[in-house]
């Protein structure tokens, strides 16, 4: 059943309801111009929206949740969900989190239309946006590509009272509603901290990771070259991209061992864990080379358990699907923004000792 979390009736009776059309006749504005204000919309200019917060604040203006989510049964909302290619393994658990959210919020009049890039080129994800957009959407949450023209949709879909939120990787200075995700700085930073003690502060590295286009890779690596940076016996040889693909990940990952037969340590960055675990086994590098790696997919829970892989750095991917879907349901049907731009997942290390309370789903 629909209904507004954290609000009961018994709220309201026991005083005087104060309506927008109250706050617009103290302020002589009309009652569009406070309902703009009061659910941070464009098209007022400061003096009044300052006028109209101050005025709905010293009259304790509540709004009316229960009659708006009463009313919003009667309505459709359509979000939209932008994924990167399913080459990547990680999103099927993003997925499963999308439509458990999707599970409680549909008899609210919520529905979800799932598209899944074939690329992680922006153009691509420019038709998908445009595509959903063209199919009546209410909200959007994806995933973003790192760029000015990705960004650039993102505003002008909030421009047209869209909301947007990302989930796994952030799009920087854009008008999102929120980020819900690892700090992936951190993560990076964690990785190479695990890195240089697990070298005992000596040796050459590698890193393979996904894609130029995502802000969230080129973060982590940041983070990972910033630790390592502080241990000078440590040289980092090479960064090859293997863009989240198995295939690609087993190609590079083998001629970077070719080039490299001295590689002490490796660090794989993003999804193509499987393909690079193979081409470390085909050349029998797997007790040479220490070996760090992000999610905990199938294939990187086997790789843990054969010892190929020492350290793996989980980051949710269930509640990075789950939470954007109730963030935007709560924000079109009870006009709840979020209490933060940054839903924060923690950083989950396992090694094989306790890679086994991983739950596969």
Not at 221 to 250: K, W
Not at 316 to 323: L, R, S
């Amino acid at each position: 059943r629909c209904h507004a979390d954290q609000w009961h009736a018994d709220q309201f009776g026991a005083q005087t309801m104060v309506t927008m059309r109250k706050i617009a006749e103290i302020a002589k504005v009309s009652r569009g111009t406070v309902d703009k204000v009061l659910n941070n919309r464009p098209g007022v200019s400061d003096e009044v929206r300052k006028r109209v917060m101050e005025i709905a604040e010293a009259l304790n203006y509540r709004p009316n949740v229960i009659g708006k989510a009463l009313a919003n049964q009667r309505k459709s909302f359509l979000i939209g969900v932008i994924v990167p290619p399913d080459t990547n393994p990680y999103f099927d658990d993003i997925k499963r989190g999308i439509y458990a959210a999707y599970e409680e919020v549909k008899d609210c009049g919520v529905k979800i239309i799932y598209q899944v890039m074939k690329s992680l080129e922006p153009n691509e994800q420019l038709h998908l946006i445009d595509f959903l957009v063209g199919k009546g959407i209410s909200a959007l949450t994806l995933n973003p590509i790192n760029s000015t023209e990705v960004r650039d949709a993102i505003d002008r879909l909030v421009e047209q009272r869209i909301p947007v939120v990302t989930f796994t990787s952030d799009i920087l200075e854009s008008k999102r509603l929120c980020f819900v995700g690892l700090d992936v700085v951190k993560s990076g930073r964690v990785a190479g901290e695990l890195m240089a003690k697990i070298l005992q502060g000596r040796g050459k590295v590698a890193v393979v990771y996904g894609s130029r286009h995502i802000l969230a890779h080129n973060l982590r690596i940041e983070g990972f070259t910033a630790v390592i940076e502080q241990f000078p016996d440590i040289t980092i040889l090479e960064m090859v991209e293997n863009l989240d693909r198995d295939d690609v990940s087993f190609e590079v990952t083998l001629s970077l061992l070719e080039r490299h037969p001295d590689l002490d340590g490796l660090c794989l960055m993003s999804a193509g864990v499987g393909g690079a675990g193979k081409a470390i086994k085909l050349l029998n590098r797997g007790n040479q080379i220490k070996v760090i790696s992000f999610d905990f997919v199938p294939d990187t829970v086997a790789l843990v358990k054969e010892g190929v892989i020492d350290f793996t750095i989980g980051q949710n991917p269930f509640m990075q699907g789950y939470k954007p879907i109730k963030v935007l349901s709560d924000y079109l049907l009870f006009d709840r923004v979020p209490e933060t731009d940054f839903f924060q997942m923690a950083n989950d290390i396992r090694i094989r000792e306790n890679i086994d309370e991983v739950t596969i789903r």
